[in-house]
């Protein structure tokens, strides 16, 4: 779980960098994140993770915090 | 809805393109992305080139050159055709048909039917089944359809949602009953409570084009356009795409009591390749069989991406044997139509550039 929450912030330094990722706030509600974003984020963690997030789990309050991020990873089979 | 049609075949496909390649990195400055981001989406979402249309090339144009190659290769005969199908979203005119315009362009007999069909990414195979019950009737032996967008003359050079993936394109697919006791199978489903996902808000009756609605604006995520432009919501397209597509294709092999093993290729409307990629990992289906080259390559054509593809993936391949298909297109509408058949022994299956 930790190193899953590791993994997903570093990716998403490296994709945004403009942004801190470790503040408690809701990154889409605040803007930080965006529909391009998230095809570029789904891509990384498919390929970090050796998965395929199910298209329909691709919905923005999926990616609201790294909490949700982390079970969406973990839904969609990463860490096993 | 499902549909079963028997005894009917395609046997020729000629896809016609623009000369004109315009390359994503040419145009990345027009987006709000930086050009890492940028370069990065080019390799997830397949923005690479496309093929579009010079100014005022219209839809029947392209379908005037494909018909025209055809004639004087003694590839169709003229007086063969009893019917003329054309599906685009962008005709000539409002009035008339554009078809009628094609076939009083090579002056075809009047014993015939012509007929428009508005439709976008669903139109080949909403087009084939129209062509099929055509075939139907004793007197029609020979339909052409024609699916053909010139849409980009609708896109604004600044909608990062439309623009990079956006291509023109026809294809002119020569259907006739067959010899062969064939069964297709079919489905298709429309939603117009969501219509609006994907529309041009002015330029009909309910709001015609003015100087007004050439006004180019910004949207909430910075993409610039008119109301005389495409406006496709992204995001509510790729959830309909993930969420209705896959059922529909598990329903249609059910239906059609075949195994995805039994399909040789899905050939699906290409809108970007990041949507296909998902749609194949999750049907469970290798990314090798679902092409995704054509939006990559020459650009998203709406309803002419599947002959597209057909004849730049599989070419000669349909020429000299017979593949069992699955098509599917999903769009405009909303609407999702798919159709399992087997597709071979084609008289021709080329493309040629206008």
């Not at chain 2, 496309?50 to 590839?75: H, M, P, Q, T, W």
């Not at chain 2, 610039?224 to 432009?229: A, G, I, L, V």
């Not at chain 2, 084609?346 to 493309?351: D, R």
């Amino acid at each position: 779980m930790k190193n899953l929450k590791e993994e997903v912030l570093k990716t998403l330094n490296d994709i945004l960098p403009e942004h801190d990722f470790t503040l408690d706030v809701n990154f889409i509600k605040e803007g930080m994140i965006d529909s391009f974003d998230l095809v570029l984020l789904v891509s990384e963690l498919d390929k970090k993770f050796g998965i395929s997030i199910d298209g329909e789990n691709i919905v923005p309050e999926n990616f609201s915090s790294l909490n949700q991020m982390v079970e969406l990873l973990i839904n969609n089979g990463a860490g096993k | 809805m499902n549909l079963t049609f028997k005894n009917k075949e395609i046997t020729g496909i000629l896809t016609v393109l623009p000369s004109k390649e315009v390359r994503f990195e040419d145009e990345m400055e027009n987006y709000p992305f930086s050009v890492e981001t940028s370069l990065k989406l080019k390799t997830i979402m397949g923005f690479e080139k496309r093929r579009i249309v010079e100014d005022g090339v219209c839809a029947s144009d392209l379908c005037i050159f494909g018909l025209s190659y055809l004639f004087d290769n003694k590839l169709l005969n003229k007086e063969d055709i009893d019917a003329l199908i054309l599906v685009t979203q962008t005709p000539d005119y409002i009035v008339p048909p554009t078809s009628n315009v094609i076939q009083g362009r090579f002056g075809l007999k009047e014993d015939m039917i012509c007929m428009d069909i508005n439709q976008g990414c669903t139109g080949f195979v909403l087009g084939l089944m129209q062509a099929f019950l055509l075939l139907d009737q004793e007197s029609i032996h020979k339909v052409v359809l024609m699916n053909a967008d010139v849409l980009s003359r609708k896109v604004s050079r600044k909608d990062r949602n439309s623009n990079p993936l956006i291509g023109d394109g026809a294809s002119i697919t020569i259907v006739e009953r067959s010899e062969i006791n064939n069964m297709i199978y079919a489905n298709i489903k429309m939603d117009g409570k969501r219509a609006f996902a994907i529309h041009i808000p002015a330029g009909g009756a309910r709001k015609p084009s003015c100087p007004e609605t050439a006004i180019v604006e910004m949207d909430d995520i910075g993409n610039m356009r008119s109301q005389d432009n495409l406006v496709m919501k992204g995001d509510e397209v790729f959830m309909f795409a993930q969420k209705d597509v896959p059922p529909m294709i598990v329903s249609l092999l059910d239906f059609s009591n075949q195994t995805k093993d039994m399909v040789d290729y899905f050939m699906f409307h290409q809108p970007n390749k990041f949507m296909l990629n998902k749609l194949a990992d999750k049907l469970g289906i290798p990314r090798d069989k679902m092409p995704s080259n054509v939006v990559e390559n020459l650009g998203n054509s709406s309803g002419v991406s599947i002959p597209i593809s057909m004849t730049y993936n599989l070419g000669n391949r349909l020429i000299n044997e017979r593949l069992n298909l699955c098509l599917a297109g999903f769009g405009a509408g909303l609407n999702w139509a798919s159709m399992i058949l087997e597709v071979g022994n084609l008289n021709f299956n080329g493309m040629i550039f206008f």
